[in-house]
């Protein structure tokens, strides 16, 4: 395939999300030639619907808030499974990436004076998250996005990467197809930077869009680098529930940090019947301490409504089963009767907007109905903490595809910064890496040919299957089987029948030609999407407890010994092979800021 | 509640094509993207459309559905009738690549000649501070999602080719009154709005803010105070530094 189209650089970052737009920044600011390589459009990615905010401990809004606490929160958040490491440099460089985003034309809400607002979210002990209104997300890639362009770094758009190419044990390279025609294209480049987010579209009902087919886990995977904490998905406790082509999308978290409040068929404040021994400390366990919290962190404890996801959305899912939902089988979020009209409009315009819209439902006069929604992959590439390094000399992983970070469990805002933070890192040690090598390594033509052969292969077979068919059967095995309440012959099932999709996969064919595609694309997206859910699915079976995002019906507790370990996948064969491992230990002097009470 | 809906879509590409016929099922609260989707889903596996979000935020899916410029994510279909025939093509400003999908290059390269904000140098991170009102009115620029529904629409460029490499188009001009109106911008962009952007072509017809899905003011807010700017202090460069920080009607004070 010597005729292929081919670039050469020294740092090729996969993805256009925060993390991505934030590592080629990086990676050119060090004097690497840098390119990225995107599925959508510029400007499109993931990251653009991220509605809530930012989480920095600036002490903006509350001036005892530090680093240690927003590490502190982060851990309990995760359930202590966090890579203690990065989330203590997380929580120390977060202010600084923020303050970056504001010099390079942010313009988020302010305090009256005149700095950065911040806002509160789940699991956050002080108003912690930067925010525009409830469009944060496309304030941060439009600001990183305009400052990627004005520093004239390269970007192929709509250019899907189906493929890592290797040198030996190292990264050489990355191969991929041009989506508007179809034809192939090499990047040589020593490093490459994963940041191609998570995995929402394993899941029938997702707040994520189709870009989330865990490309970036697969390719790290096939390329010999490890995954861990793939059995932790949040489900994020509000999404929407009717009318049905809306089920999933995403109700900010904001609208319970503005001052909503979950019901149920009979109009009871739930939450505070499911408030766990873990965060009983420091949650309210009254209505009235409850609502004084909004004007006085300080004196009061948080209302039960901002508890983690996990925790809401297993508290939802429990009063639904038990019968008292809302009549779309949710439950019912209330702010309207909680705020006024004025200041809903303000504070969530485009909450208010998206319901005016696609439910016809005005919320600030009626409750909008609610229930969890697949919405985050805890798990990811398993990375060195400071330089984010794979175990793949060359492969570097920032953003929803990295894992170790949040722990079991993420919290709200959570995301947005570690984008920027990890975003940095990698792109900065990708470039020292790239730019330190004596010599550039090379890339095998039998590797391309392979690599062609693969992409074209649904075009060969003409009695396969739909391709799209094959992704509506996954979807639903995984959200019956995998989904927020898991047990082990639920378990033993999925992975039998992700056995069986191995045979489907390989014999979907698709219509037409090469020009632009979606039907051909998802049938090589279905490949990534079956080995991640055969990681989910194999480590979900493993960890016999319940923790953060990973709960078991027949393991409810936390288990103190599994509360030292994560799980390991990587590809053996065809399938994944897991394995148990020792979390890092924390030095003392972090240990000691678990030991304060927690109020 | 369900019923079967018919759809002409436009399939074909840069070398033509034509609106082909679909009978497909529609339920109740579903999208015209919904629709979209079964089509391709069920009948025809290879239709291009461009979409990311599903709810408004990320300006992928524009096409013009029974003649008007939509994001087809925020058009329901209960506002169309079952008997309506309803016809989707793609937006008829930029190139067609295939089916429902354009060339959007042009925005892309007219982005990328604008000046990027321009802080005082001295002015380090973590300093900024701005006060809400007067960072209001970028704000609402900003909550573009790039859907280039107003640069489809633009009779500037709608059908004349022959002016996109002097015109920009609403969103860009906007992107210019966004940075001029930011408290900490030092850049003059005015020669370049009004030479290189063509801001002159524009007329004020307001088509623009018509179709905006995010509501924009762009003609009120935007495109006018730019021509007041353009024309009050053309090529007084001093003037105009003095009036970008004294003058409480061009860039406010500082927090
Ligand atoms: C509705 C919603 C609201 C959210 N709100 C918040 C919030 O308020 N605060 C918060 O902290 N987090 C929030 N999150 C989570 C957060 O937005 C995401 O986790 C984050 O944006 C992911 O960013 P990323 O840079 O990792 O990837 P993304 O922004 O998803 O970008 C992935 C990129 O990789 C590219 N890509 C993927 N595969 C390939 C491939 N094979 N080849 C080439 N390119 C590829 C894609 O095209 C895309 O450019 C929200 C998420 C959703 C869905
Ligand atoms: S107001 Fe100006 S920019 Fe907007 S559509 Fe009319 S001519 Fe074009
Ligand atoms: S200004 Fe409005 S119509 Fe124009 S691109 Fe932005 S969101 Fe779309
Ligand atoms: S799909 Fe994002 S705006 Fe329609």
Not at chain 1, 67 to 89: E, S, Y
Not at chain 1, 444 to 456: I, K, S, V, Y
Not at chain 1, 509 to 517: C, D, P
Not at chain 1, 533 to 560: I, K, M, V
């Amino acid at each position: 395939m010597s005729e292929i189209e081919r670039h050469a650089y020294d740092v090729v970052v996969i993805g256009a999300g925060g993390s991505g737009l934030r590592a080629a920044i990086e990676a050119h600011e060090q004097g690497a030639r840098t390119a990225i390589v995107c599925k959508s459009l510029l400007g499109k990615a993931h990251t653009v619907m991220a509605e809530g905010g930012i989480a920095a401990a600036m002490g903006n809004v509350w001036e005892q808030d530090n680093w240690q606490v927003h590490f502190r929160d982060t851990m309990r958040g995760g359930k202590m499974l966090n890579h203690w490491r990065m989330a203590q440099l997380h929580a120390q460089e977060a202010p600084d990436r923020v303050y970056e985003l504001e010099a390079w034309g942010a313009l988020f809400d302010r305090t009256k004076e005149g700095k950065i607002s911040q806002r509160d979210f789940g699991g956050h002990r002080y108003a912690r998250l930067a925010h525009v209104g409830d469009r944060t997300g496309l304030e941060m890639i439009r600001t990183l996005q305009q400052r990627a362009v004005s520093l004239g770094i390269d970007v192929f758009m709509e250019c899907t990467v189906t493929q890592l190419l290797k040198d030996g044990d190292r990264i050489a390279g990355a191969f991929g197809y041009w989506r508007e025609s179809g034809r192939f294209v090499c990047f040589e480049a020593p490093a490459v930077v994963l940041a191609t987010g998570g995995i929402g579209k394993t899941f029938q009902i997702t707040s994520n869009s189709w870009e989330y087919t865990g490309d970036g886990h697969a390719l790290a995977l096939r390329a010999g680098a490890t995954l861990i904490n793939m059995e932790f998905v949040q489900f994020h406790p509000t999404g929407m529930v009717w009318p049905p082509s809306v089920r999933g999308i995403l109700i900010t978290e904001s609208v319970r940090g503005e001052g909503g409040v979950l019901r149920n068929s009979e109009n009871k404040r739930f939450m505070f019947d499911y408030i766990s021994e873990y965060f009983k400390q420091e949650t309210a366990d009254s209505e009235d301490e409850a609502d004084r919290w909004y004007g006085d962190h300080v004196n009061n404890r948080r209302p039960p409504e901002l508890l983690p996801r996990d925790e809401v959305a297993r508290a939802i899912n429990s009063e639904v089963k038990a019968g008292r939902s809302s009549p779309h089988g949710g439950v019912f979020l209330d702010v309207a009767t909680r705020r006024s009209a004025e200041d809903i409009q303000r504070r969530l315009p485009s909450m208010y907007h998206q319901f005016k819209e696609l439910a016809d439902v005005d919320i600030t006069k009626e409750p909008m109905e609610v229930a969890p929604t697949c919405h985050y992959v805890m798990g990811g590439v398993e990375v060195d903490p400071d330089t984010a390094q794979s175990i793949v000399p060359g492969l570097y992983a920032a953003g929803e595809v990295a894992g170790g970070m949040h722990g079991s469990n993420r919290l709200g805002g959570n995301s947005l910064s570690d984008l920027l933070v990890f975003g940095k890192r990698a792109g900065e040690y990708a470039a020292q890496y790239a730019t330190g090598l004596d010599a550039r390594p090379a890339i095998a033509d039998a590797d391309l040919d392979g690599a062609g052969r693969h992409a074209l292969a649904p075009f060969e077979s003409d009695s396969g299957e739909n391709p799209y068919t094959v992704h509506q059967d996954l979807q639903k095995t995984m959200q019956s089987l995998c989904g927020i309440i898991r047990k082990e012959e639920e378990l033993r099932q999925a992975i039998d029948v992700l056995q069986e999709y191995k045979q489907r996969v390989p014999h979907t064919s698709v219509e037409g030609n090469r020009q632009y595609n979606p039907g051909w694309h998802l049938a090589l997206d279905l490949y990534n999407m079956l080995l991640v859910s055969e990681c989910l699915a194999r480590a979900a079976l493993e960890r016999t407890e319940s923790r953060g995002g990973h709960t078991r019906e027949d393991f409810p507790q936390a288990d103190p010994v599994w509360g030292t370990k994560n799980i390991v996948c990587r590809a053996e064969g065809d399938g994944v092979a897991i394995a148990a491992q020792p979390l890092p230990e924390m030095p003392d002097e972090l240990k000691k800021l678990f030991e304060e009470p927690a109020e | 509640m369900s019923y079967e809906a018919t759809f002409k879509v436009w399939r074909g590409n840069a070398d033509g094509g034509a609106f082909q016929d679909y009978t497909v099922a529609v339920n109740e609260g579903e999208v015209v993207l919904d629709i979209i989707h079964r089509i391709q889903a069920t009948q025809a596996g290879d239709l291009a459309v461009r979409w990311n979000c599903k709810a408004g935020k990320c300006g992928s899916c524009s096409a013009e559905v029974n003649g008007r410029p939509r994001l087809m994510c925020m058009t329901r279909m209960s506002t169309f009738t079952e008997q309506e025939t309803v016809t989707v093509n793609p937006i008829r400003t930029f190139p067609i690549i295939k089916d429902l999908v354009t060339d959007v290059s042009y925005n892309y390269e007219k982005a990328a000649q604008i000046q990027a904000f321009t802080p005082p140098a001295d002015v380090k991170p973590g300093e900024f501070r701005m006060q809400q009102v007067d960072v209001e009115r970028s704000q609402e620029f900003r909550k573009c999602i790039e859907c280039y529904l107003c640069q489809n629409v633009c009779h500037v460029i709608r059908d004349h080719e022959e002016n996109k490499p002097k015109f920009a188009g609403p969103r860009f001009l906007m992107r210019i009154a966004e940075l001029e109106m930011h408290p900490y911008d030092t850049a003059d962009r005015r020669k370049l709005a009004q030479e290189d952007f063509g801001l002159g072509f524009c007329n004020i017809t307001k088509c623009c803010t018509e179709v905006c899905p995010e509501n924009i003011h762009i003609t009120d807010n935007a495109l006018i105070p730019m021509k007041e700017r353009v024309v009050d202090t053309k090529y007084d460069p001093l003037g105009f530094l003095w009036r970008k920080f004294k003058s409480p009607d061009s860039k406010r004070s500082r927090g």
